[in-house]
C-alpha cells in the first residue's frame, strides 16, 4: 500500500511568491494535518482538515491556507512569502484526526525562499 | 503557553548499551504523548505512545515512562542497534484539540 505522498519534493521560490503543496492520504484516511520543519526543530502545526473541513489551525499567519478535497487530497498554500516560511512541510494522514489517531507522515517537501 | 522540552540534544551510545531521551510537558491537561522517530529524509514515524491513565507501556526494546505529578515523560531504548540511529521527537496532546506539540528533537546516534 502506498504512504503518504507529498509533492513536490524540493522547491526554490523567492520572497513575495506564493506556492502551493500537495498531499494525497493513505487510501482510507479522511484526515490530513499539515506541519511545519524548521531545520533542528520539531514539527509545528498548521492545520487539520476532516471530511474536506477545517478542525484545527496553530498559531501561523493569514498567509497560510489549506484545503481539502472530496478525495481527501490536499494542497497547503502560503502567499507573500518570507525567508523565514524556508522549512520542511510535512503532512500527515489519519482515520479520523482524533488524537490518538496514529498519524502517518509524508516525506515532506522542502521549501527555500530565496 | 503549551511548551514541550526535551533532553539532551545529541546522545551517542556503543551499540547493545540503553538510550534515554527525557521530555517534560507544560500543559497539565496534556493527556496523550506519542514518540517519533524521523530517519534522513523521512517523515517522522510513530514507534510509541502512552496515554495519561498509564505510567508505564513497553513494545520489545522500547519503553515509555509517564510521570504526570511531575510533568515528565521518557523514551527507553535498550539493546541499541545502529538502525536506532535517527532523531527521535516527544510530543504531547490534550482532549478537545488535534495538534501536537513536539519537543525539539534528540539525535541518537549509535556506535557499531
Known amino acids: 500500500d502506498a504512504g503518504v505522498t507529498q509533492s513536490p519534493t524540493h522547491l526554490i521560490k523567492t520572497r513575495g511568491q506564493q506556492v502551493t503543496l500537495r498531499c494525497s492520504p493513505i487510501?482510507?484516511?479522511?484526515?490530513v494535518s499539515w506541519y511545519q520543519q524548521v531545520l533542528g526543530q520539531g514539527p509545528q502545526f498548521i492545520f487539520q482538515?476532516?471530511?474536506?473541513?477545517?478542525?484545527g489551525r496553530g498559531n501561523f499567519p493569514d498567509r497560510f491556507s489549506a484545503r481539502q478535497f472530496p478525495n481527501y487530497s490536499s494542497e497547503l498554500n502560503v502567499n507573500a512569502l518570507l525567508l523565514g516560511d524556508s522549512a520542511l512541510y510535512l503532512c500527515a494522514s489519519s482515520l479520523t484526526g482524533a488524537r490518538t489517531d496514529t498519524q502517518y507522515f509524508g516525506p515532506g517537501t522542502r521549501l527555500t525562499v530565496l | 503557553g503549551e511548551n514541550v522540552e526535551q533532553h539532551p540534544s545529541t546522545l551517542s551510545v556503543q551499540e547493545g548499551d540503553s538510550a534515554v531521551i527525557k521530555c517534560t510537558y507544560s500543559d497539565s491537561a496534556s493527556n496523550y504523548f506519542p514518540w517519533y522517530k524521523q530517519e534522513l529524509g523521512k517523515g517522522p514515524q510513530l514507534i510509541i505512545d502512552?496515554?495519561?491513565?498509564?505510567g508505564e507501556k513497553k513494545d520489545q526494546r522500547i519503553a515509555v515512562t509517564l510521570n504526570k505529578t511531575a510533568k515528565h515523560f521518557s523514551l527507553h531504548i535498550t539493546e541499541t542497534q545502529p538502525e536506532d540511529s535517527a532523531v527521535y521527537f516527544c510530543?504531547?496532546?490534550?482532549?478537545?484539540?488535534?495538534?501536537?506539540?513536539f519537543g525539539t528533537g534528540t539525535r541518537l546516534k549509535v556506535l557499531a
Open positions: 502512552i496515554r495519561s491513565n498509564v
Open positions: 487510501s482510507g484516511h479522511k484526515s
Open positions: 482538515y476532516y471530511e474536506k473541513e477545517e478542525r
Open positions: 510530543a504531547a496532546s490534550k482532549s478537545g484539540t488535534y495538534k501536537y506539540i
